[in-house]
């Protein structure tokens, strides 16, 4: 027996090392049947002979594998959600509104909750750097909800102040909210500010579910301070609190945890539990094939205390973001949805533009940057003026305006242009007639490479003109997005080809064909035959052609060229001969001459 047993070991050992060595991983303290050492002299665990050894005695490898599937059952994921959060309609999303005083990291989880970078976050004890409200859907594990982040809540501040208004507006947005997470920050300890904003919650949000949540716990012992810090907050009065940090991640399982039962709840009590059995195509799909129906992303630029602000939520028809005399109030982009004739808008207010001094610090600084990528991804650009600061000074647009105008029509952008502040010029009709009559000339001198640059006069603090500016970005928008058959371009060409004058007939180009490739903005490729290039004289009056004979003016259209070989063609002629080839094969006697034609 001992003998089988040794030669079994070795087998095992040659072929599957490591399956012998998982046998039995530990040494066995006594055996009625003991095995001579290996002859290498390596201990390796004894080989067990099925025989009934007393208790204790012995490694099952069936023990050993239920032993890791347990381990591998304490070690599984958290519950999934009983409701598929991505089949809901994103305005029946349960919402939370993230709450608290400055400076405790709302902001930083409110981009930790939505996976991207968009709300500003920057160490400002003294002051409030988010001032509006913001809005986005927030990820969970499989969890999706709407987030909104507030300003900073300070019930001290002033009537009248800044501070005193964005806690107003954090008031008003409160009925949109189901549920509420009441950040402290608990390197802070308990503040006096915190204990207000929890009775200004249990005042304005008595029907609202509200989560204490322990910010910048990351650094704190969990046995130590932590468990102080989470009975100190006991006294706030909104049940247990849950240790989290916005900037590490820390907290989120316990996080979802707590949410996830919150939500099915919610969910459970909706109609159909908020899903559209009937209708689960998404808008993207259902306008797949017209490029026009897709949602609009509007960009509001401008310089700072334009009234952008203002037209924002004249758009929205809704008090969305904070307005005042105050230069310079947004730093942050907003983005906000709302519907308008059936089609989906994205909307941006972007802080005031700025040029780059090198005084700007801090959040000033962080909104330049902020303004400028969301300029990039915007479809439609609605540069807003001052008509009052352009009746009074020479010029309708100064430098920083024109260099937004640039760039948006370079990035092949669609430029709107809106004159505000109307309402002031009334009471002087020639100031008036100056602002109607010098705003149109001066953007097609500073942009002359775009012409019929829509520009409408509104006043955005009395409403005036909404439907003019949303009607102008949708015709901009359709223009934008225009295609065009090959076809009907070539019938164009040969038209128009005609009917211009060339400078020299031997010289001119000659088109092949002409054909559009992308749309957004149109784009347009000539075939040209030869090494023959168009000029830029040509190039402006193909693109002129093109504005006037589809009625597509007042947007970029970018015309490329691209060269046809000559030598290509005559090849493709050459491959269409026929009839018999000669074909002269040389051999050693004589040249002999065939006609394969007839083999």
Same mark, same amino acid.
């Given at each position: 027996?001992?003998?089988?047993?040794?030669?079994?070991?070795?087998?095992?050992?040659?072929? #599957?090392?490591?399956?012998?060595?998982?046998?039995?991983?530990?040494?066995?303290?006594?055996?009625?049947?003991?095995?001579?050492?290996?002859?290498?002299?390596?201990?390796?665990?004894?080989?067990?002979?099925?025989?009934?050894?007393?208790?204790?005695?012995?490694?099952?490898? +069936?023990?050993?594998?239920?032993?890791?599937?347990?381990?591998?059952?304490?070690?599984?994921?958290?519950?999934?959600?009983?409701?598929?959060?991505? $089949?809901?309609?994103? /305005?029946?999303?349960?919402?939370?509104?993230?709450?608290?005083?400055?400076?405790?990291?709302?902001?930083?989880?409110?981009?930790?909750? !939505?996976?991207?970078?968009?709300?500003?976050?920057?160490? %400002?004890?003294?002051?409030?750097?988010?001032?509006?409200?913001?809005?986005?859907?927030?990820? &969970?594990?499989?969890?999706?909800?709407?987030?909104?982040?507030?300003?900073?809540?300070?019930?001290?501040?002033?009537?009248?102040?800044?501070?005193?208004?964005?806690?107003?507006?954090?008031?008003?947005?409160?009925? #949109?909210?189901?549920?509420?997470?009441?950040?402290?920050?608990?390197?802070?300890?308990?503040?006096?500010?915190?204990?207000? +904003?929890?009775?200004?919650?249990?005042?304005? /949000?008595?029907? !609202?579910?509200?989560?204490?949540?322990?910010?910048?716990?990351?650094?704190?012992?969990?046995?130590?301070?932590? %468990?102080?810090?989470?009975?100190?907050?006991?006294?706030?009065?909104?049940?247990?609190?849950?240790?989290?940090?916005?900037?590490?991640? &820390?907290?989120?399982?316990?996080?979802?945890?707590?949410?996830?039962?919150?939500?099915?709840?919610?969910?459970?009590?909706?109609?159909?539990?908020?899903?559209?059995?009937?209708?689960?195509?998404?808008?993207?799909?259902?306008?797949?094939?017209?490029?026009?129906?897709?949602?609009?992303?509007?960009?509001?630029?401008?310089?700072?205390?334009?009234?952008?602000?203002?037209?924002?939520?004249?758009?929205?028809?809704?008090?969305?973001?904070?307005?005042?005399?105050?230069?310079?109030?947004?730093?942050?982009?907003?983005?906000?949805?709302?519907?308008?004739? =059936?089609?989906?808008?994205?909307?941006?207010?972007?802080?005031?533009?700025?040029?780059?001094?090198?005084?700007?610090?801090?959040?000033?600084?962080?909104?330049?940057?902020?303004?400028?990528?969301?300029?990039?991804?915007?479809?439609?650009?609605?540069?807003?003026?001052? /008509?009052?600061?352009?009746?009074?000074?020479?010029?309708?647009? =100064?430098?920083?305006? +024109?260099?937004?105008?640039?760039?948006?029509?370079?990035?092949?952008?669609?430029?709107?242009? !809106?004159? =505000?502040?109307?309402?002031?010029?009334?009471? =002087?009709?020639?100031?008036?007639? $100056?602002?109607?009559?010098?705003?149109?000339?001066?953007?097609?001198?500073?942009?002359?490479?775009?012409?019929?640059?829509?520009?409408?006069?509104?006043?955005?603090?009395?409403?005036?003109?909404?439907?003019?500016?949303?009607?102008?970005?949708?015709?901009?928008?359709?223009?934008?997005?225009?295609?065009?058959?090959?076809?009907? &371009?070539?019938?164009?060409?040969?038209?128009?080809?005609?009917?211009?004058?060339?400078?020299?007939?031997?010289?001119?180009?000659?088109?092949?064909?002409?054909?559009?490739?992308?749309?957004?903005?149109? %784009?347009?490729?000539?075939?040209?035959?030869?090494?023959?290039? &168009?000029?830029?004289?040509?190039?402006?009056?193909?693109?002129?052609?093109?504005?006037?004979?589809?009625?597509?003016?007042?947007?970029?259209?970018?015309?490329?060229?691209?060269?046809?070989?000559?030598?290509?063609? *005559?090849?493709?002629?050459?491959?269409? $001969?026929?009839? *018999?080839?000669? !074909? #002269?094969?040389?051999?050693?006697?004589?040249?002999?001459?065939?006609?394969? %034609?007839?083999?």
């Amino acid at each position: 027996m001992g003998a089988a047993a040794v030669l079994l070991r070795a087998a095992l050992r040659r072929s #599957r090392p490591a399956a012998a060595a998982l046998l039995l991983p530990r040494t066995i303290p006594s055996s009625p049947f003991p095995l001579p050492p290996p002859p290498t002299g390596r201990a390796i665990p004894p080989l067990l002979p099925r025989l009934p050894f007393p208790a204790g005695f012995g490694y099952s490898t +069936v023990a050993a594998e239920e032993s890791r599937t347990k381990g591998k059952s304490r070690r599984s994921p958290m519950k999934q959600s009983r409701v598929d959060f991505t $089949k809901v309609d994103a /305005a029946l999303l349960p919402t939370i509104i993230l709450v608290g005083r400055p400076n405790v990291g709302k902001s930083a989880l409110f981009n930790r909750l !939505i996976r991207r970078r968009e709300a500003l976050v920057y160490n %400002t004890p003294g002051d409030h750097v988010t001032r509006d409200i913001r809005e986005g859907v927030a990820k &969970l594990g499989d969890l999706r909800f709407r987030v909104l982040d507030s300003a900073g809540l300070e019930t001290a501040a002033t009537s009248g102040s800044i501070l005193a208004r964005t806690a107003d507006m954090t008031g008003n947005v409160l009925a #949109r909210s189901q549920f509420a997470i009441f950040l402290i920050d608990v390197r802070d300890g308990l503040q006096p500010l915190d204990l207000e +904003v929890g009775q200004w919650l249990r005042k304005h /949000a008595s029907g !609202i579910h509200t989560i204490v949540a322990m910010n910048k716990s990351e650094a704190l012992d969990e046995h130590g301070t932590l %468990t102080s810090a989470a009975g100190e907050a006991h006294r706030l009065g909104f049940g247990d609190p849950v240790a989290i940090s916005a900037e590490t991640g &820390l907290g989120m399982a316990e996080l979802y945890e707590i949410l996830r039962p919150l939500f099915e709840e919610y969910m459970f009590q909706l109609p159909n539990n908020g899903l559209n059995q009937d209708d689960l195509i998404s808008e993207a799909e259902a306008n797949e094939g017209d490029e026009s129906k897709l949602p609009l992303q509007l960009a509001i630029v401008g310089r700072p205390n334009v009234g952008k602000s203002t037209m924002l939520n004249t758009l929205l028809q809704e008090n969305r973001v904070l307005v005042g005399p105050e230069s310079g109030l947004t730093r942050d982009s907003i983005r906000a949805k709302f519907q308008f004739d =059936n089609r989906s808008v994205y909307l941006v207010d972007t802080a005031g533009w700025m040029e780059r001094s090198g005084k700007e610090k801090g959040p000033a600084s962080l909104s330049v940057v902020q303004s400028r990528k969301n300029l990039m991804r915007a479809h439609i650009v609605a540069l807003v003026l001052d /008509a009052e600061k352009i009746a009074m000074s020479k010029s309708s647009m =100064n430098h920083p305006e +024109v260099v937004i105008a640039r760039q948006a029509i370079e990035e092949g952008r669609g430029l709107v242009v !809106i004159v =505000n502040k109307m309402d002031l010029l009334r009471e =002087n009709q020639r100031l008036l007639d $100056k602002v109607l009559e010098a705003v149109p000339k001066e953007i097609q001198t500073v942009i002359p490479q775009v012409t019929g640059i829509p520009v409408v006069f509104v006043s955005a603090l009395e409403g005036r003109g909404r439907l003019a500016v949303m009607h102008q970005v949708i015709e901009t928008y359709e223009k934008w997005c225009f295609r065009l058959s090959t076809s009907r &371009l070539n019938r164009w060409l040969r038209k128009v080809m005609s009917r211009h004058s060339w400078k020299d007939s031997a010289t001119q180009p000659k088109v092949k064909y002409f054909t559009q490739v992308k749309a957004r903005p149109p %784009t347009f490729v000539a075939f040209m035959s030869g090494k023959t290039q &168009l000029s830029d004289t040509d190039i402006r009056f193909l693109t002129k052609s093109l504005k006037e004979d589809f009625n597509i003016g007042g947007i970029p259209i970018r015309i490329l060229q691209r060269s046809i070989p000559r030598k290509a063609s *005559s090849f493709k002629s050459n491959i269409k $001969k026929r009839g *018999s080839t000669i !074909i #002269r094969m040389k051999t050693d006697k004589r040249t002999e001459v065939s006609d394969p %034609t007839q083999s």
